[in-house]
């Protein structure tokens, strides 16, 4: 990463990122994201809600089922947006899980206290979804080239397509923020 020069104080937590055509510009937390303090002017959600997960291979599935449950409470949401958040959740989830920690290594029931921390975040907004994903690591999500006959490697090519935008940035503490703005139809 190539750092800034003189930064504002309030975006001193930014870096520059060296920038490929598959990486998207580094931005800053989004309007009423969970990373932000409440005040007046800012977007505030009509309901929030926040899962913290370990991240295993177990993980997309909590968030699958937590995300189900919790647009569920959501007035006016839909079978299809629903639908599309829960793969958006999981492609996200997916990515935090394989990121943050060594995927080669399977984890033994005693060393699971030892596994990233993963959170995601959820806020219903009157016109959009705003989700959320935080993990443990620092690099950017890269969009990668699939091939035809791959397994994987298009998590961020269905979120790139399904969402309104996304984007990422780094918080102050460490790791990172990936999120996506799904238009509620």
Same mark, same amino acid.
């Given at each position: 990463?190539?750092?800034? /020069?003189?930064?504002?104080?309030?975006?001193? +937590? =930014?870096?520059?990122?060296?920038?490929?055509?598959?990486?998207?510009?580094?931005?800053?937390?989004?309007?009423?994201? &969970? +990373?932000? *303090?409440?005040?007046?002017? =800012? *977007?505030?959600?009509?309901?929030?809600?926040?899962?913290?997960?370990?991240?295993?291979?177990?993980?997309?599935? +909590?968030?699958?089922? @937590? $995300? =189900?449950?919790?647009?569920? $409470?959501?007035?006016?949401?839909?079978?299809?947006?629903?639908?599309?958040?829960?793969?958006?959740?999981?492609?996200?989830?997916?990515?935090? %899980?394989?990121?943050?920690? !060594?995927?080669?290594?399977?984890?033994? @029931?005693?060393?699971?206290?030892?596994?990233?921390?993963?959170?995601?975040?959820?806020?219903?907004?009157?016109? &959009?979804?705003?989700?959320? %994903?935080? !993990? $443990?690591?620092?690099? *950017?999500?890269? =969009?990668?080239?699939? /091939? !035809? @006959?791959?397994?994987?490697?298009?998590?961020?090519?269905?979120?790139?397509?399904?969402?309104?935008? +996304?984007? @990422?940035?780094?918080? *102050?503490? /460490? /790791?990172?923020?990936?999120?996506?703005?799904?238009?509620?139809?």
């Amino acid at each position: 990463m190539v750092h800034a /020069g003189t930064l504002s104080p309030e975006n001193a +937590w =930014r870096e520059v990122v060296t920038m490929t055509p598959d990486t998207r510009p580094l931005a800053g937390p989004a309007g009423g994201s &969970a +990373w932000q *303090p409440a005040r007046p002017g =800012r *977007p505030r959600p009509m309901n929030a809600g926040m899962l913290a997960l370990v991240a295993l291979p177990t993980s997309p599935f +909590w968030a699958r089922r @937590y $995300t =189900r449950s919790f647009l569920g $409470t959501c007035h006016g949401m839909t079978d299809s947006t629903t639908e599309t958040a829960e793969l958006l959740v999981s492609e996200l989830v997916t990515n935090a %899980v394989r990121f943050s920690g !060594d995927p080669a290594r399977t984890l033994r @029931y005693s060393e699971r206290a030892n596994a990233g921390l993963i959170s995601l975040s959820l806020r219903h907004f009157r016109e &959009a979804l705003l989700i959320e %994903v935080y !993990d $443990t690591d620092n690099d *950017p999500p890269v =969009r990668s080239h699939a /091939g !035809d @006959y791959a397994e994987n490697g298009r998590g961020l090519m269905l979120v790139d397509a399904l969402s309104k935008e +996304w984007s @990422y940035f780094f918080p *102050p503490g /460490g /790791g990172k923020v990936v999120y996506c703005f799904l238009e509620i139809t």
